[in-house]
């Protein structure tokens, strides 16, 4: 495969400094010239992502929310960014802006088109506002898979849940490896700073030999936080020593119902803790990780719990089973299931040569099939053949011209796709 030109295609930032710099870096590494769009807020974030990636940042802005007007003054500008930028290789993904990119790219024709899917908002979406929204929603899901040559998607389950959908034929949509964005920094989880480990237990007053179940994400229902909350005074009433910490914020768009809010603020044994940039300090402060979901792309905080070597306790839900193997590396129980929840954290608590056991085959896992590397690798290997496939795809067309990357050769112009398999 020559040298290309890609260009990532994210709603905000934060997507890209959190799981995919090492994966730019590496394209880099490889040879290719390497672009990021995205909403420019903040200005922070952006910064911060161009200089661990090295990428050359290109501002569209962008609402996650759906405004029709402000959202096709963003399609307008990710048009001219897509013809400004000419990529060989266009990698779009989160809702908004892989939809937006989406579009952009077939309007022209970048040769290489993938969307990268990190789960499905139809369905994580439920338990929300947007739930009345599920028909537009997958409306926009299957757009965006139309305007793909390929889909990657970051859970096994998922790309099933997609192909039951009818969002995306199977053999246009595949996972790599055993899933994941890019991978995950495990070493950086494996060995943390014990000086910073301390400290923040000193902060939170969790003394060493505290029982600790941890949770981390937003503080929303379709986390599973109802259930937790309801299983945490049945574990508690076992284990009175025990905490819960639950690290993670509120979220506006999402309110909790008054009950859930009086539980979360009232309940005993809870410590809190606003979301955390260091997470590799946090981890170590847990004797069991839950993130009862009930659906998720890939619930990535519970790889990273097991990279630290914490046991996990998960449910069967889409996106979130794909982290644990029962038995081997934690527990796993039916989604919404409170008294299962309950037991399984119990039977943790109260074996703890049993819980480290589960959390020490859970990091060896985690080593061996999510580490940045290997997904790396992956993705190189992927693009090899996608790349190849497209070449091969363009020379089959009656009077097609040799196939050339954009870098070489200007796009055509006047050309419109079709309404679905855009090529």
């Excluded at 260009?7 to 590496?26: E, G, M």
């Excluded at 179940?213 to 259930?227: C, S, Y």
Aim: with cysteine; aromatic share 6%.
């Amino acid at each position: 495969m020559p040298p290309l030109r890609f260009l990532y295609a994210f709603t905000v930032p934060a997507t890209a400094l959190v799981f995919y710099t090492s994966h730019l870096r590496d394209l880099q590494r490889r040879g290719h010239r390497v672009h990021l769009v995205s909403d420019p807020e903040p200005p922070g974030v952006v910064r911060e992502v161009v200089r661990r990636s090295g990428v050359t940042f290109h501002a569209v802005p962008m609402r996650r929310e759906i405004r029709l007007r402000a959202d096709l003054a963003s399609l307008a500008a990710m048009v001219r960014t897509v013809r400004r930028v000419r990529p060989d290789v266009l990698n779009f993904t989160t809702p908004k802006g892989a939809l937006l990119a989406g579009l952009a790219g077939a309007v022209h024709r970048v040769p290489l088109r993938v969307y990268n899917m990190m789960g499905l908002r139809s369905e994580t979406a439920r338990r929300t506002p947007l739930a009345p929204l599920r028909p537009l929603l997958l409306a926009m899901e299957w757009l965006t898979c139309a305007c793909a040559h390929e889909v990657i998607c970051i859970s096994p389950s998922n790309r099933d849940e997609a192909i039951a959908l009818g969002l995306v034929r199977p053999g246009k949509i595949r996972v790599l490896g055993s899933g994941s964005a890019a991978g995950i920094p495990v070493e950086r989880y494996a060995r943390p700073d014990p000086a910073a480990v301390q400290a923040l237990r000193g902060r939170l007053n969790l003394p060493e030999g505290t029982p600790v179940v941890g949770f981390v994400g937003r503080l929303v229902l379709q986390k599973g936080l109802t259930e937790l909350l309801e299983a945490w005074p049945l574990v508690h009433a076992c284990f009175p020593q025990a905490r819960l910490l639950l690290v993670g914020e509120l979220d506006p768009a999402n309110p909790l119902p008054a009950a859930v809010r009086r539980a979360l603020d009232t309940g005993r044994g809870i410590v809190r803790l606003d979301a955390e940039a260091d997470m590799s300090r946090v981890y170590p402060l847990m004797s069991v990780f839950t993130l009862p979901s009930l659906h998720e792309g890939l619930g990535m905080v519970l790889l990273e719990a097991s990279a630290a070597g914490v046991p996990t306790v998960v449910t069967d839900g889409a996106g979130v089973r794909d982290t644990n193997l029962p038995g081997i590396t934690g527990l796993q129980v039916p989604a919404g299931d409170v008294p299962a929840l309950a037991l399984a954290l119990q039977r943790l608590l109260a074996d703890p040569a049993w819980a480290r056991r589960l959390g020490q085959q859970g990091q060896a896992w985690v080593q061996a099939t999510f580490n940045e590397q290997i997904m790396n690798d992956h993705w190189a290997t992927f693009y090899e053949e996608a790349w190849a496939r497209r070449q091969r795809a363009r020379r089959a067309r009656p009077g097609s011209p040799t196939p050339l990357t954009w870098g070489q050769h200007s796009p055509p112009g006047g050309q419109q796709g079709p309404p679905r398999e855009v090529v």
